[in-house]
């Protein structure tokens, strides 16, 4: 398959992990840079994207062989498949023969210029550059989409969210209180007030 460099339309992204690396899901397989570009299927634009994708599928495999159940890098969305159509990225880190690891992709932002390393929030809008690499299995053939450069368009800073939020503030233990309690039980140096030497 050539290496001819795509570019996605810009779309909102999901679960992007461009800046660093992260495990995937075997632990035996290496960090792996991705992200999840969010196509509305009522868009003309997301509509010729996929239309797209499919022709490049058929070109690295022709129409005949029969396609792996993950062999489509593309897929309805979960919760609004009605709505959205999910394209995912993903590219491996590589070791090179002298041990060093391959680079990730190229950020930019908006402006061309180099992206300042800050990780890119859902609801950040992405234009991706990459490669097709076309691979056939013994459950069939498929293709992955290999981010080669990203342009953030549009940003949305990535908040991790707090699991201590939802509970409600309840009567009982508290460490200030608890805290505060130890304190007075030591009294300072009251306790050894008396009219004998304290030893040391």
């Known amino acids: 398959m050539t290496t001819e460099i795509i570019y996605s339309p810009l779309a909102e992204v999901r679960w992007a992990h461009l800046v660093e690396p992260r495990q995937?899901?075997?632990?035996?397989?290496?960090?792996?840079?991705?992200?999840?570009?969010?196509?509305?299927?009522?868009?003309?634009?997301?509509?010729?994207f996929l239309e797209k994708l499919e022709r490049q599928f058929i070109e690295a495999h022709g129409s005949k062989?029969?396609?792996?159940?993950?062999?489509e890098p593309?897929?309805?969305?979960?919760?609004?498949?009605?709505?959205?159509?999910?394209?995912?990225f993903k590219a491996q880190q590589l070791?090179?023969?002298?041990?060093?690891?391959?680079?990730g992709p190229r950020l930019i932002d908006a402006s061309k210029q180099p992206?300042?390393?800050?990780s890119i929030g859902n609801g950040s809008r992405l234009v991706i550059a990459y490669v097709i690499h076309a691979w056939d299995r013994p459950e069939g053939v498929g293709i992955t989409l290999i981010p080669r450069a990203a342009q953030v368009v549009h940003y949305v800073p990535y908040q991790e969210s707090d699991p201590?939020?939802?509970?409600?503030?309840?009567?009982?233990y508290s460490q200030a209180e608890a805290a505060l309690v130890g304190a007075g039980a030591t009294g300072g140096y009251d306790e050894f007030a008396s009219d004998e030497e304290v030893p040391f």
């Open 115 to 118: 992206w300042n390393g800050a």
């Open 164 to 172: 201590t939020e939802g509970f409600a503030e309840q009567e009982g």
């Open 95 to 103: 070791t090179r023969r002298d041990g060093s690891q391959a680079s």
């Open 65 to 71: 062989k029969r396609r792996s159940d993950k062999g």
């Open 24 to 48: 995937q899901m075997d632990p035996e397989k290496p960090l792996a840079w991705s992200v999840d570009l969010l196509l509305p299927l009522g868009e003309a634009t997301s509509q010729a």
């Open 74 to 88: 593309w897929k309805l969305d979960k919760e609004q498949p009605s709505q959205l159509m999910v394209v995912k």
